[in-house]
């Protein structure tokens, strides 16, 4: 059964910092894409940050550029997402997906990711 589990989510103040990570089994995503995806309360899952399959490459929201780095372990199957200057807007469930077909680009296409962890919580206060 293939799986990703989030974790690293928690309550932080705003400026704060927090380190997501992301592990996969069931099967190797080392040739896949991955994302992060956030969802905050009554709105639409949004994407935040991607990454290819080296590392070589990596796409991120405005919102999050230059606060947010993504990067991954493929001899672990994990990816991470270093959340840093953290803001209450970014409050919502995260998300880690891969993206189907192996070698493939970064996208910010929620559609272009066919599995999905169950997501973890991150709550910013002010």
């Known amino acids: 059964q293939v799986q990703l589990v989030e974790s690293g989510g928690g309550l932080v103040q705003a400026g704060g910092s927090l380190r997501l990570s992301c592990a996969a089994s069931?099967?190797?995503?080392?040739?896949?894409?991955m994302g992060w995806f956030r969802q905050g309360p009554g709105k639409e899952r949004e994407f935040v940050a991607a990454?290819?399959?080296?590392?070589?490459?990596?796409l991120y929201a405005d919102s999050v550029k230059g606060r947010f780095t993504i990067s991954r372990d493929n001899a672990k199957n994990t990816v991470y997402l270093q959340m840093n200057s953290l803001k209450p807007e970014v409050t919502g469930v995260y998300y880690c997906?891969?993206?189907?077909?192996?070698?493939?680009?970064?996208?910010?296409?929620?559609?272009?990711?066919?599995?999905w962890g169950q997501g973890t919580q991150v709550t910013v206060s002010s």
């Open positions: 997906a891969a993206r189907t077909g192996a070698f493939s680009v970064p996208t910010m296409s929620v559609g272009a990711y066919s599995y």
């Open positions: 069931g099967r190797t995503f080392s040739s896949n894409s």
């Open positions: 990454i290819n399959w080296s590392g070589g490459s990596k």
